[in-house]
């Protein structure tokens, strides 16, 4: 049994989603780190960080960072298809774009939900919230122009990529910056809304 520390709508939607999808069996414990002290305090048992998703593998052993549980699931789950096995044509692409999503695109949100963490005074507070999220829009629109959805992010085969999109593009700037400048991606993530094996997850997630 994993355990999935969570709160809806939040990041771990991701790994939710995959557990679902793969088969795994697991549980939740829902935290919020951003407004109780207590589940900071917690969720740094297991990640010193205290971010989400943090995941406890069924022989105890800590997992965080949701590309490395991406590649642990795909690993356990292979017929699930969320990972592109090696050779597979679609595997370097998979690769590249889940790791420029979390390395580029993700850190932008641990920064800008709450700027007070990193600098102290207001303006640049302000300052470093807007300049995230300028990094965010011209990180998305590079992702947006190495893709051609056929409807999913990797062409005619479904991945974890369009769960990151389906959730990802909730967040800020949200579905309609999407859908006027990078219509690629926001068609992937209508298209990963109607799978109907993640209607549980949207709905539990994003109500």
Known sequence: MYTLYEKAGWGS?????????????????????????????RLAKFNPLAQLPTLILPGGQVMTESAAITLHIGDHAPKAGLVPPAGDKTRDAFLRWLVFIVANIYPTFTVGDDPSRYVSDPAAQKELRVSTENYKGRSW???????????????????????????????????????????????????????????????????
């Open 141 to 207: 629109q590079i992702v947006e122009s190495g893709i051609a959805p056929k409807p999913w992010f990797l062409g005619s085969r479904f991945s974890a990529l369009d769960i990151y999109a389906a959730a990802m593009t909730r967040w800020r700037p949200q579905r309609a910056w999407f859908k006027e400048k990078c219509p690629k991606l926001h068609s992937v993530a209508l298209a990963a809304d109607a799978e109907p094996r993640l209607a549980k997850v949207w709905k539990r997630n994003f109500p």
């Open 13 to 41: 939607v991701i790994v939710e989603a995959q557990l679902d999808l793969a088969g795994l069996p697991y549980r939740m414990e829902e935290v919020d780190p951003l407004e109780s002290a207590a589940d900071r305090e």
